[in-house]
């Protein structure tokens, strides 16, 4: 790291930043001395996105893979200048393809390789751990062995482009995410009704049973919120960005996770689910679920039907 003008101090915090091309540089050094031609990959299949300081909180607040996706295009670029992400997803086809490029003429086959199995694990926070792509694109100077990577070896790889990118079926758009970092999954538990309706232990939980609580009267508004916990608007705004959220941000995770659960039950209206969430207009309401999702309720509800079929 030395010789490459990297300082050790770097390694004290995940969020720390170095230029793209003093890191690109420094790979490729290594993975020459080290005859590593599969580095990036190597080093990506034994890392999680969720690690990454706070791009990892923001991906793990994603409320499906449809909101993750979006996150990915926006954060990717604040924490990798050089770093080029997007998200193809033709009307009418079954999948979408979700693409990276680095704008570097060293070591791109290794952060390539690395950023792939990054971008592969953000995906199956809602896709599952298993979850493998079918087909995937590599730069056309990669020649790396796929076949030694458990993840990528059931994919059809073309190799005649100059971005990394593989294949997300649509239908996994609108799953949820489940953050790994500190999540206890309490639903098969005696105590589960207990615990879902105990105080919440921390500010979060104690926003999201306050906005839970106006459900069937009136949109929930940040004031109503501030009011019931005894603390101005503005100290309650600033104790939640102290802890990295905003109202909004909560607002539309307690209205996601309601609305899924009233879309489950049987022949569910759409404009009494409209209504118990606080908004105006069932259309609003639509429009606020295609931003979580990616797909209106009723394609929501047609893909749930099928899940429960097959």
Same mark, same amino acid.
């Given at each position: 790291m030395s010789s490459s003008g990297i300082p050790e101090e770097i390694l004290q915090s995940e969020d720390n930043l170095i230029p793209l091309r003093q890191a690109s540089?420094?790979?490729?050094?290594?993975?020459?001395?080290?005859?590593?031609?599969?580095?990036?990959?190597?080093?990506?299949?034994?890392?999680?996105?969720?690690?990454?300081g706070v791009l990892g909180d923001i991906l793990c607040r994603s409320l499906t893979l449809h909101d993750l996706l979006n996150r990915l295009v926006r954060w990717i670029p604040a924490?990798?200048?050089?770093?080029?992400?997007?998200?193809?997803?033709p009307e009418g086809a079954d999948c979408a393809r979700l693409c990276l490029r680095h704008d570097t003429d060293v070591g791109r086959e290794i952060i390539d390789g690395y950023a792939l199995f990054l971008l592969l694990d953000s995906v199956r926070l809602a896709a599952g751990p298993n979850w493998r792509p079918q087909k995937l694109w590599l730069d056309r100077k990669a020649g790396s062995d796929l076949s030694n990577f458990e993840a990528l070896s059931d994919a059809e790889a073309d190799r005649q482009v100059n971005f990394v990118a593989?294949?997300?079926?649509?239908?996994?758009?609108?799953?949820? %995410?489940? #953050?790994?970092?500190?999540?206890?999954?309490?639903?098969? !538990?005696? &105590?589960?009704?207990?615990l879902t309706n105990a105080p919440a232990s921390n500010l979060q939980g104690s926003v999201a049973q306050s906005i839970r609580s106006r459900f069937g009267y009136q949109a929930p508004t940040v004031g109503d919120v501030a009011e019931f916990s005894g603390a101005s608007v503005r100290t309650l705004q600033r104790r939640l960005a102290d802890s990295g959220q905003d109202f909004s941000e909560i607002l539309d995770r307690v209205r996601f996770e309601e609305a899924t659960t009233l879309l489950s039950q049987d022949k569910p209206l759409m404009a009494d689910i409209s209504r118990h969430l606080g908004y105006s207009h069932p259309a609003h309401f639509t429009h606020?679920?295609?931003?979580?999702?990616? %797909?209106? #309720?009723?394609?929501?509800?047609?893909?749930?039907?099928? !899940?429960? &079929?097959?």
């Amino acid at each position: 790291m030395s010789s490459s003008g990297i300082p050790e101090e770097i390694l004290q915090s995940e969020d720390n930043l170095i230029p793209l091309r003093q890191a690109s540089a420094f790979v490729e050094m290594v993975s020459q001395k080290e005859g590593a031609k599969s580095l990036g990959l190597e080093v990506g299949c034994r890392t999680s996105m969720v690690d990454f300081g706070v791009l990892g909180d923001i991906l793990c607040r994603s409320l499906t893979l449809h909101d993750l996706l979006n996150r990915l295009v926006r954060w990717i670029p604040a924490v990798d200048s050089g770093a080029h992400v997007w998200v193809e997803a033709p009307e009418g086809a079954d999948c979408a393809r979700l693409c990276l490029r680095h704008d570097t003429d060293v070591g791109r086959e290794i952060i390539d390789g690395y950023a792939l199995f990054l971008l592969l694990d953000s995906v199956r926070l809602a896709a599952g751990p298993n979850w493998r792509p079918q087909k995937l694109w590599l730069d056309r100077k990669a020649g790396s062995d796929l076949s030694n990577f458990e993840a990528l070896s059931d994919a059809e790889a073309d190799r005649q482009v100059n971005f990394v990118a593989f294949e997300i079926p649509k239908k996994l758009l609108s799953r949820p %995410v489940t #953050p790994r970092k500190g999540r206890v999954d309490v639903s098969d !538990t005696p &105590e589960a009704d207990y615990l879902t309706n105990a105080p919440a232990s921390n500010l979060q939980g104690s926003v999201a049973q306050s906005i839970r609580s106006r459900f069937g009267y009136q949109a929930p508004t940040v004031g109503d919120v501030a009011e019931f916990s005894g603390a101005s608007v503005r100290t309650l705004q600033r104790r939640l960005a102290d802890s990295g959220q905003d109202f909004s941000e909560i607002l539309d995770r307690v209205r996601f996770e309601e609305a899924t659960t009233l879309l489950s039950q049987d022949k569910p209206l759409m404009a009494d689910i409209s209504r118990h969430l606080g908004y105006s207009h069932p259309a609003h309401f639509t429009h606020a679920f295609r931003r979580w999702t990616g %797909v209106s #309720p009723s394609r929501y509800l047609e893909q749930l039907d099928r !899940t429960t &079929e097959n």
